[in-house]
């Protein structure tokens, strides 16, 4: 079976073993990236059909046990797919954490570690995000209220003389009052 397929990619690769200079007079950057995408791709299709025929060849030499056992093991991958999805959506889980969490899973003890670190970041960032929120709902409630600001001290205090503050209109005397202004006598 190896050797059936190797004749055939040697065959494929020696029928379009074509080298082209990479060199030529007035060749842009875009035209060579546009050049390197095209051989990319016909490199990847010769690899493609060649993993095709391999697993033709696979399959042609499995027996029926094996098949169904086989296809029995995608159904189930398949069932636990949609179930993890269904969960995902109910819990209204971000993408973010699921890619964080994905990563944790893995068999891979570089991709576990940054799992774990995307995770802490993940409830950082939504920690912080609470606190923002806490923090102008508390303000907003504050001002539903009518709560005045504390009065300041130093230059930025607003003060004003009795005399004065009775010169102003009743509107104007109630902004100055509720900017968190003090009247002196």
Known sequence: MSEEINGAADQQIGENAEVKPVKEAG???EDLEARIDKVNKEWQSRF???LSEKKEKENQALTVEQRIEQVEREREAERLSFARERAKLGAK??????AAIGLYRS????EIGKGAEAI???FEKMKAAHEA?????????LAQAG???RPRAGKDQKVMAAADFEKLAP????EYMASGGTITD
């Open 27 to 29: 060749l842009t950057k």
């Open 93 to 98: 889980i971000d993408d973010e954490l699921d």
């Open 48 to 50: 493609d059909k060649l």
């Open 133 to 141: 929120d806490k923090e102008a709902a508390i303000k907003e409630a």
């Open 171 to 174: 509107k104007e005397r109630a």
């Open 147 to 149: 709560a005045q600001p």
């Open 107 to 110: 068999d891979n003890p570089e």
């Open 120 to 122: 802490k970041a993940f």
